[in-house]
C-alpha cells in the first residue's frame, strides 16, 4: 500500500511537529498533499478512473479549506508550509 503507517508518522513527523500531532494544520495538508500527487500519478495512467477523479477533487477542495483557514489564521505559518510543499499558492 502507498499510504502505512509509518509512512504517516514521518509526515506527521516533519510537516506536523510529532508524530502524535496527527490534527495540526500544517500535518493534515502535508498529507493531503501526498494523497493528491499519488491519485494524480493514478489519474495519468487511467484517465477513465472516475471514482479516483472525484476523490482527487474532494481532496484538493479539503486542502484548499485547510489551507485558507491557515492563511486567515496565521499567515506566517501559511506561507512556511506553501513554500515547503512548493504549491503554486
Known amino acids: 500500500m502507498y499510504l502505512?503507517?509509518?509512512k504517516k508518522?514521518?509526515?506527521f513527523k516533519k510537516h506536523g511537529?510529532?508524530?502524535s500531532n496527527t490534527g495540526s494544520a500544517e500535518g493534515q495538508i502535508a498529507l493531503f498533499s501526498f494523497r493528491i500527487a499519488h491519485l494524480t500519478e493514478h489519474l495519468k495512467k487511467n484517465r477513465k478512473d472516475y471514482g479516483t477523479?472525484?476523490?482527487l477533487q474532494l481532496l484538493v477542495g479539503k486542502?484548499?479549506?485547510l489551507l485558507d483557514?491557515?492563511?486567515?489564521k496565521d499567515i506566517e505559518r501559511y506561507?512556511?508550509?506553501v513554500k515547503e510543499l512548493?504549491?503554486?499558492r
Open 69 to 72: 483557514y491557515l492563511k486567515a
Open 86 to 88: 512548493g504549491l503554486r
Open 9 to 11: 508518522q514521518e509526515i
Open 17 to 19: 511537529g510529532s508524530e
Open 63 to 65: 486542502r484548499r479549506s
Open 53 to 55: 477523479q472525484r476523490a
Open 4 to 6: 502505512d503507517t509509518a
Open 79 to 81: 506561507r512556511a508550509i
